[in-house]
């Protein structure tokens, strides 16, 4: 298991799994039950009621669960470090080693990368958002 990407991605996931949940259930519970009977009434299944009446309300929390978790895991070092294989080579990881090493011109180049990465994925869940809801 040692050497692989499994270990990362799981510790990525658990460690943003609470917030994850308390947003999703608070999502949740804005649901109308109504909904899911009228739906249930008209004969449509679990999966279905799931993909067609539930998911679509809750769509802007996994857009926001999502960029939570992302921006979370692109400034953790911490458990990159002590769970990546050794050949891994991640943005954080990168500007690590270059800190260590007193490269500060190389580290400030990589962090000016992340940044727009994230910077990137902001406006592409924003688009999402925008198409997921046209009156925000």
Do not use: C, N, W
């Not at 809750?58 to 921006?71: C, D, H």
């Not at 979370?72 to 990159?80: E, G, M, R, W, Y």
């Amino acid at each position: 298991v040692y050497g692989s990407l499994g270990p990362l991605i799981f510790a990525m996931l658990v460690r943003d799994m609470p917030l994850a949940v308390h947003l999703f259930s608070a999502s949740l519970g804005q649901i109308d039950p109504d909904a899911d009977a009228a739906a249930r009434l008209a004969g449509a299944g679990p999966l279905r009621r799931f993909f067609r009446v539930t998911a679509p309300m809750i769509a802007p929390t996994i857009v926001v669960v999502f960029l939570l978790a992302f921006s979370s895991a692109t400034k953790d070092v911490s458990s990159l470090i002590l769970l990546a294989p050794p050949d891994a080579m991640t943005l954080p990881i990168l500007t690590f080693q270059y800190l260590s090493t007193g490269a500060f011109e190389s580290a400030a180049v990589v962090g000016v990368i992340a940044a727009f990465i994230a910077l990137v994925m902001t406006m592409l869940a924003l688009r999402v958002m925008r198409a997921l809801d046209p009156s925000a």
